[in-house]
């Protein structure tokens, strides 16, 4: 079992920086992935970032390359999300997801979820 709490949303300017920040509990060493997703009203989960939590390779989304990065803290089972030069089409509810299979980038693929931050982008 992985227990997973998102901190970190809020409102920010359009440009502007956030961090998100996941806390994981649990067997976590058990994991093979740690990752974002993000969802708007009447839409599905998004695929935003992941990482492996070992050794640490990456996945990002097109939409967020270049601005955004994952990143973990294996000591504190923590996971990352900075997010920089946001847009308003980057407004939504965040979530934080880990998977014990290989596959990062569907929702349904997942094991355990969090209950979701949300990060407002004004223009």
């Known amino acids: 079992q992985v227990h997973l709490q998102e901190s970190g949303g809020g409102l920010v300017q359009a440009g502007g920086s956030l961090r998100l920040a996941c806390a994981a509990s649990g067997r976590v060493s058990n994991m093979f992935a740690i990752s974002w997703f993000r969802q708007v009203p009447t839409k599905g989960h998004d695929f935003v970032a992941a990482v492996e939590w070992w050794p640490g390779h990456e996945y990002y989304a097109d939409s967020v390359k270049g601005r955004f990065t994952i990143s973990r803290d294996q000591a504190k089972n923590m996971v990352y999300l900075q997010m920089n030069s946001l847009k308003p089409d980057d407004t939504a509810v965040y979530f934080c997801?880990?998977?014990?299979?290989?596959?990062?980038?569907?929702?349904?693929?997942?094991?355990?979820w969090g209950q979701g931050t949300q990060v407002t982008v004004s223009s």
């Open positions: 997801a880990a998977t014990g299979g290989t596959g990062v980038y569907i929702w349904d693929d997942y094991d355990y």
